[in-house]
């Protein structure tokens, strides 16, 4: 799962057209850091918005919960103690997404994907 997605963010760093001056292109992806205390993220919920095809990568620290999931994309992750959650993908498809924790259940982040 690791490597496909290593391999993804490879393939959009290659795909950025290049003029003749620019030899190397690097994509970063848009970073967006959620820390989950008593089952809620802290500062409220994040409502990130980005053009469709950047890399989004989502770090969830949180000591409670069960699943991370966002969905539309459908990726899941179980959280591990002391090990923030890594989520990161191209975002091809445009609309808005919600990230949950589950188990309890709350609302992260709102990723909208402008087209
Ligand atoms: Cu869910």
């Given amino acids: ?10 393939l959009v760093a290659v795909a950025v057209p290049t003029s003749a001056a ?12 959620i820390t989950v205390v008593n089952g809620r993220p802290v500062g409220g919920i ?3 918005s980005v053009k469709k095809g ?4 989502f770090v969830v620290r949180t000591t409670a919960g069960t ?3 966002l969905h539309g994309y459908d990726i899941e992750k179980t959280p591990r103690k002391g090990v923030p959650t890594v ?3 191209v975002a091809k498809v ?3 997404f919600e990230l949950e924790l589950h188990q309890p259940d ?3 982040a709102q990723l909208t994907v402008r087209p």
């Fill in 106 to 108: 709350a609302l992260l």
């Fill in 87 to 89: 989520i990161q993908f």
């Fill in 22 to 33: 620019a030899q190397h292109v690097v994509v970063e992806p848009v970073v967006v850091q």
């Fill in 46 to 48: 994040k409502r990130p």
């Fill in 54 to 57: 950047s890399t989004v990568r």
């Fill in 94 to 96: 445009p609309g808005r």
């Fill in 1 to 10: 799962m690791r490597k496909a997605l290593i391999m993804a963010t490879a």
């Fill in 67 to 69: 699943e991370i999931h």
